[in-house]
C-alpha cells in the first residue's frame, strides 16, 4: 500500500491544479481517503466527519468526492 501522506499529498496537488480550494473540511476528508485501505461510503466518511465539522452536509462530501 502506498504511504498515505503520499496518497495525501496526491490527491492535494491535483485539486490545487485544478484551481479548487483545499477547506478544512475537503483536507480532513482526502485525509480519511488517503488513509482507508477499502472504499468507504460516504456515509462512513460523514460519520468520522460529523464530530469534527457539525456543519458539514452530505451535499459536501458528495461534492468533494465527485472533484
Do not use: C, W
Not at 499529498?9 to 488513509?35: K, S, V
Not at 452530505?58 to 468533494?64: D, P, R, V
Request: aromatic share 8%; glycine share 4%.
Amino acid at each position: 500500500m502506498v504511504d498515505p501522506q503520499a496518497r495525501f499529498e496526491a490527491l492535494a496537488d491535483r485539486l490545487r491544479g485544478q484551481g479548487y480550494r483545499l477547506t478544512p473540511q475537503r483536507i480532513a476528508l482526502m485525509r480519511l481517503l488517503a488513509a482507508s485501505d477499502g472504499h468507504p461510503s460516504a456515509s462512513d466518511l460523514y460519520d468520522k466527519l460529523e464530530a469534527q465539522f457539525p456543519t458539514t452536509s452530505m451535499a459536501t462530501i458528495y461534492k468533494t468526492l465527485n472533484l
